[in-house]
C-alpha cells in the first residue's frame, strides 16, 4: 500500500536554532548588491559596474523601462529612501519606503507563537527599521509569494540572519540576490496557525500563505485587487501579466481554485495593500473566469459579492456566461 507523504512540518523551536543561519554576502562575497530602478528587483553583481540588464523586466510580465536600464547600488537606495511601518491589520505591521521605489511593494510582518515571520519584503530598510525589527526579536522566518514580492529580503537576510528563508521550488531561478535554505514544495508550515500553500499560475512556484487564525491571505499576484477612492476593494482580477494583460489559463485557474476553496479568510494581502476580501469572492472570480475566454480584467466585487459563484457577472470587455 502507499502511503501519501505528509506536507512539510513546521520547524519547531529546537530544529530552527539548529538550521545555520546564511548571510547571503557571505554566499556572494565579492559581489555588489543593485537594484533595478524600474521594478526594484535586487541582482548580485561585479564590483567593477552594474549589471546590463534586469532579468524581472525582460520577462513577459513586466515593462521594459522607458530610456533603458538603470541600477542602484544599497548605498545609493539607502541615501534615497526612508522607510516607515504601521499597523495593518490584527498581528500584522507593514513596512514601506518613500518616495516610491521599482514596484513600490510593501513587506508584511506577521506575529505567531514561534516569533515573527517576514512574508514579501519593502524595496528597503533603513536603520530605524531595521532596529525596530531587532527589538521585536528579530524574524524566525522570512519567504515570499515569488519574484514581485522579493524586495529587499537579502537585506533583511544580511542583517537579522533568521534561520528559514523560504520560497517555492519552482522559482529558485530568481534568488539570486539571497539564499533559500528551505525550498518549498505544494504546502509548507511555516509556523503554528501559518501554512503556505502553493497555487502556481502567476508564476510556477507563486505561493500564497494562510494566516489560519485569523482568516487572512497573503495572496501575493493571484489576485489584483482593485481599489475605490476610500481604500476599499471595487474590483477583482487574476493573471499570468498584468501589464501586458496576459490570462491565465483554465487549467490554471482550476489547479488555483482547488487551492483556495480549502482556505478560510476575509482578508487578503497583496504585495501592495489589504484590503476585506473573503474566499467566496475569490472563488466567484475563479468560476467566472472558467465560465468564458481566458481574461485577465478585473470584474466588479459588487457583483462577485451579489452572486458568489453564479457566472452570469458581466463585464464589459471581459467574457459572458
Known amino acids: 500500500m502507499t502511503v501519501p507523504l505528509p506536507a512539510n512540518p513546521p520547524p519547531p523551536r529546537s530544529v530552527s536554532t539548529r538550521i545555520n543561519s546564511i548571510r547571503s554576502a557571505d554566499v556572494h562575497a565579492g559581489t555588489v548588491s543593485y537594484a533595478c530602478t524600474n521594478c526594484g528587483h535586487w541582482q548580485r553583481w561585479f564590483p567593477s559596474g552594474p549589471p546590463p540588464t534586469c532579468p524581472v523586466c525582460v520577462d513577459v510580465r513586466n515593462a521594459l523601462p522607458v530610456g533603458g536600464f538603470e541600477f542602484r547600488s544599497a548605498k545609493e537606495v539607502a541615501d534615497r529612501l526612508t522607510s516607515s511601518w504601521s499597523a495593518a491589520a490584527d498581528g500584522v505591521t507593514q513596512f514601506s519606503c518613500s518616495p516610491d521605489f521599482g514596484l513600490a511593494g510593501s513587506g508584511w510582518v506577521i506575529e505567531t507563537d514561534d516569533g515573527l515571520v517576514g512574508f514579501e519584503a519593502a524595496p528597503f530598510y533603513d536603520e530605524a527599521a531595521l532596529a525596530e525589527l531587532r527589538s521585536r526579536g528579530g524574524v524566525v522566518s522570512l519567504g515570499s509569494s515569488h519574484v514581485h514580492g522579493y524586495g529587499a529580503l537579502w537585506q533583511l537576510q544580511d542583517e537579522l540572519a533568521p534561520p528559514v528563508v523560504f520560497v517555492g521550488v519552482d522559482d529558485l531561478i530568481w534568488t539570486k540576490a539571497f539564499v533559500v535554505t528551505w525550498p518549498t514544495d505544494e504546502?509548507?508550515?511555516?509556523?503554528?496557525?501559518?501554512?503556505?500553500?502553493?497555487?502556481?499560475?502567476?508564476?510556477?512556484?507563486?505561493?500564497?500563505?494562510?494566516?489560519?487564525?485569523?482568516?487572512?491571505?497573503f495572496c501575493?499576484?493571484?489576485?489584483?485587487?482593485?481599489?475605490?477612492?476610500?481604500?476599499?476593494?471595487?474590483?477583482?482580477?487574476?493573471?499570468?501579466?498584468?501589464?501586458?494583460?496576459?490570462?491565465?489559463?483554465?487549467?490554471?485557474?482550476?489547479?488555483?481554485?482547488?487551492?483556495?476553496?480549502?482556505?478560510?479568510?476575509?482578508?487578503?494581502?497583496?504585495?501592495?495593500?489589504?484590503?476585506?476580501?473573503?474566499?467566496?469572492?475569490?472563488?466567484?472570480?475563479?468560476?467566472?473566469?472558467l465560465a468564458g475566454p481566458p481574461f485577465a480584467g478585473p470584474v466588479p466585487l459588487a457583483d462577485l459579492r451579489a452572486t458568489h459563484s453564479d457566472t452570469s457577472v458581466n463585464v464589459p470587455g471581459g467574457p459572458s456566461a
Open 187 to 217: 504546502v509548507f508550515r511555516v509556523a503554528p496557525g501559518l501554512t503556505l500553500h502553493r497555487t502556481g499560475g502567476h508564476f510556477a512556484g507563486h505561493s500564497v500563505l494562510h494566516d489560519e487564525r485569523r482568516g487572512y491571505l
Open 220 to 289: 501575493g499576484d493571484s489576485l489584483k485587487v482593485d481599489l475605490g477612492p476610500a481604500g476599499e476593494a471595487v474590483g477583482l482580477s487574476a493573471h499570468k501579466a498584468f501589464h501586458a494583460q496576459i490570462p491565465l489559463s483554465h487549467g490554471e485557474i482550476r489547479f488555483y481554485r482547488s487551492v483556495v476553496e480549502r482556505l478560510d479568510f476575509s482578508r487578503v494581502f497583496t504585495p501592495f495593500e489589504t484590503a476585506e476580501v473573503g474566499t467566496a469572492e475569490v472563488l466567484a472570480l475563479l468560476d467566472h473566469l
